[in-house]
């Protein structure tokens, strides 16, 4: 952060590799080994962030940036919907993308913010492994109940 008598900068690396949701809209999906491998960066960050008292709240793959590198770094950005537990009681605002969203987030109720940080985490695993999200609802994209009520296998899975 930049700031001077007349401006205010944020400054942040240049993530080479675009966002992770690009890579996965390119593939379809991925293997077991990649999702792994960018699942346990993010599970990384997001744990970070959790013991400094931060929630995202709205952790998704547009919001994962990957550097350029062979092995691409993943990072974790877009912290406006964040909050910080030192600062702040539990939050209570419904915030978030659809997709990605807790059920207890939807409950118009003070909620932990770093336990729907995980369940954000959880989708965004399952797309990585599915290439689909898990309570879509294509004739209904902003309908909610699906995340609440329904879950359903996909017919493939890895092996154990």
Known sequence: VVLTPTH???VMEYAAGGELFERICGSGRFSENEARFFFQQLLSGVSYCH???ICHRDLKLENTLLDGSE???LKICDFGYSKSSVL?????STVGTPA???PEVLSRREYDGKVADVWSCGVTLYVMLVGAYPFEDPDEPKNFRKTITT???PDF???P
């Open 8 to 10: 205010l900068a944020i």
């Open 51 to 53: 013991s400094m008292q």
């Open 71 to 73: 092995a691409p770094r």
């Open 88 to 92: 702040h009681s539990q939050p209570k």
């Open 100 to 102: 990605y969203i807790a």
């Open 151 to 153: 879950f359903a296998v």
């Open 157 to 159: 899975r890895g092996k």
